[in-house]
């Protein structure tokens, strides 16, 4: 995926403007080449609309969030002594004391690039009568609602109290911007919409995703990607029928599977067989890949000495069987990195199929079915690919244990802690400051934005 990365300097979240450099040149004599566009330009074709989503696409790569920045907060958030930080920036080591600052820049990024993404997405969809073939015009919508999903799904997960099914979830959740903006002198200023309302939102946005998109898209998000990430959506949720049906839905029929060791599934330059979505990466932007640059040795394109997270003593209790490949998944670089993130030229695996096969064990589990396999097939299938001994039998523990082992380090600590009530350390799931601050500077330009409780 070819992406034009530009940096985003809108003043606000609604400032989040497009821009979109285009190189109109014809022949070598052209010494004046037309390098931008009108906004009415940039919007009145097809072929323009689908750069600014790949744009999109690039922006949700970028370092700040989808490239590694969401990961680590969430890894850090939720340490409780299995990992540490060695690094030079302040901003991840007030992740892993949980005394994060109003002015965090690592967290402004994420949100400012977050909103950015929205806004393009908006934009995307608000202009889709350029397209006069159907199936193209279905393709761009869905891939736009997918990104919109995502993003919208990650803020309200990191800037909020938790779902809590059952409840009424009226916690302050993050704004919901569904109209696009070109033009900062027409900005507006939200209040936070209801966790309620903003996972709501992305659940129609995702399944409006699944219905538009194609099974097989290239490298771009399909069918199955939608209906993972709403397997993952609607597990956070606790909706547990729902996370089942979806997860099983794309283990059949995805026709994704399972890499043939675990090895196989990461540090590829292409897709590999279980990848329902990664984010591409390639030696021209691989600076995008912040999992690369906190989590490696410096012989893999990590700092210089001390990988900036190394894996403590503590981690390697979570495994049963040393013949288990996951257990020797590491390496030494002054202190222990995990390979999972060892190649800065690598794309980055997102939504895997093994995490499908964990969703439907643990809710098939949970309601007492055996939809597509049971539960200790599906574990056994993991274990089975990464050298394990079979279980004979599992339960809750064993199935949940299952998932740290094999989705260490991407992502999934802190908000897995959330929906499972665990609580960090002596803190509470719901602490107010495993929670991020809404940004100090869209609090002092938006006097409708609430700031979370302890900031």
Known sequence: MKTDMKKYNGKTILIALVTLLFVACDDNLTINPEQDITTEAAIKSPSNIKKILNNA??????SSNYGGGIALASELIANQGELYWDGTYVQPSQYDEKAILKDNSFVESLWLRAYKISNQTNIILNNLDVFKDASDKAITQ???????????FDLVRLFSKPYIAGSVNSQLGVPIILEPNLDPAKITFPSRNTVEEVYKQVLLDLTDAYTALPASNGIYATKYSAAALLARVYLQKGDIVNARNMANIVITGSGATLASTFAKAFNNAENSTEDLFAWQVSSQDASANDFNVFWAGEDFGGRSGNPDISIEDEHFDIYDDSKDERANFFYEADNICTTKWKNQYG???FLRLAEMHLIRAETNFREGTAIGLSPLNDINKLRDRSGADLYTTVNLTTILMER???????????????????????LSYNANNLILPIPLRETDVNKNLIQNEGY
Not at 142 to 152: I, P, Q, S, T, W
Request: hydrophobic share 40%; aromatic share 14%.
């Open 57 to 62: 696409y690039g922006d949700a790569r970028a």
């Open 404 to 426: 740290r082992r094999e989705l260490a380090f991407e992502g999934f600590a802190l908000f897995d802690a959330k929906r499972l009530k665990q609580n960090i350390g002596s």
């Open 347 to 349: 794309n980055i695996p």
């Open 142 to 152: 869905g891939e736009a609602k997918f990104l919109r999903g995502l993003v919208y």
